[in-house]
């Protein structure tokens, strides 16, 4: 067992928070019990996550999306209320870490994408709201846009959207996990012949066509699994408690 407040402030100074200019808060959102032996984790803090969380008896949850969002209504009614009816007669404590958790060097969701996938990391790109947001790198082989589309399907279980804007073998590559598809300038700008994120606007077609980048869209869930594990197995090394990861099912 541990304090909450040791394991946030292990995870606030691993993941630099301080940092990163970000949509939410990142932290504890929810204050529970003080001490932690249990920590389940999930991509989002949706109900269903929550339920689980209190089926198997854990003390913290620990996501990827949490809640207060810029621009988001601040009223606790309807399916908010529910869900902090579930945490507050439960005593859980609910931590949410978004940008630092993309960014991070071994744990984030980038690093863990990269590896999947099969990519020599070569460099980050700083973005407006964050350091290391876009990473930057090669294949491992020789790869066209379908040979990519291809492995990424195998790697994350799902088929990717392709936009084929680039033609030929793929040299440089450039992603950056989640709703991140209007970096694509960026990525092509930094010499891109592949851009890989996990959503898709109307936009996105036509920006990509006209660049000469192609642009696979991954799936903003699919993406965005990794991370919040390896941090849950981090915590699990290094502290005396329990690690479960539950995958709550999202195709977008």
């Known amino acids: 067992m541990i304090s909450r407040q040791t394991l946030q402030a292990a995870i606030d100074t ?10 939410t808060v990142n932290g504890l959102q929810v204050e529970g019990r003080e ?3 249990r ?16 089926a198997w008896g854990a003390d913290a949850v620990l996501v990827h999306h949490g809640y207060f969002w810029k ?3 601040v009223s606790v009614t309807g399916m908010k209320r529910r869900r902090f009816a579930t945490l507050l007669s439960n005593d859980l404590n609910l931590l949410a870490y978004h940008l630092p958790l993309d960014a991070h060097l071994t744990l984030g969701n980038n690093a863990c994408l ?9 460099r980050c790109l700083d973005g407006e709201l964050g350091q290391g947001l876009l990473w930057m790198g090669k294949p491992d082989t020789e790869l066209d846009s379908r040979a990519l589309a291809a492995r990424i399907e195998q790697a994350l279980g799902r088929t990717p959207l392709l936009i084929e804007g680039h033609s030929g073998t793929i040299r440089n590559v450039a992603w950056c996990t989640g709703g991140a598809q209007d970096m694509l300038p ?3 700008e930094a010499g891109a012949d592949v851009f890989i994120s996990g959503e898709v606007s109307e936009r996105t077609t036509h920006m990509a066509r006209e660049m000469g980048i192609t642009y696979l ?13 390896a941090l849950g197995e981090w915590l699990k090394g290094r502290f005396d408690i329990e690690h479960r990861f539950v995958d709550i099912d999202n195709p977008a």
């Open 35 to 37: 001490s932690i032996g």
């Open 114 to 122: 990269g590896r999947r996938l099969g990519f020599e990391v070569e």
């Open 39 to 54: 920590v389940l984790t999930g991509v989002t803090a949706c109900q269903a996550l929550l339920d689980e969380a209190v």
């Open 186 to 188: 960026l990525a092509a």
């Open 14 to 23: 691993e993941l630099r928070t301080d940092a990163f200019k970000d949509y």
């Open 217 to 229: 869209a991954a799936g903003h869930h699919a993406t965005e699994r990794d991370g919040i594990q």
């Open 71 to 73: 621009n988001e209504s």
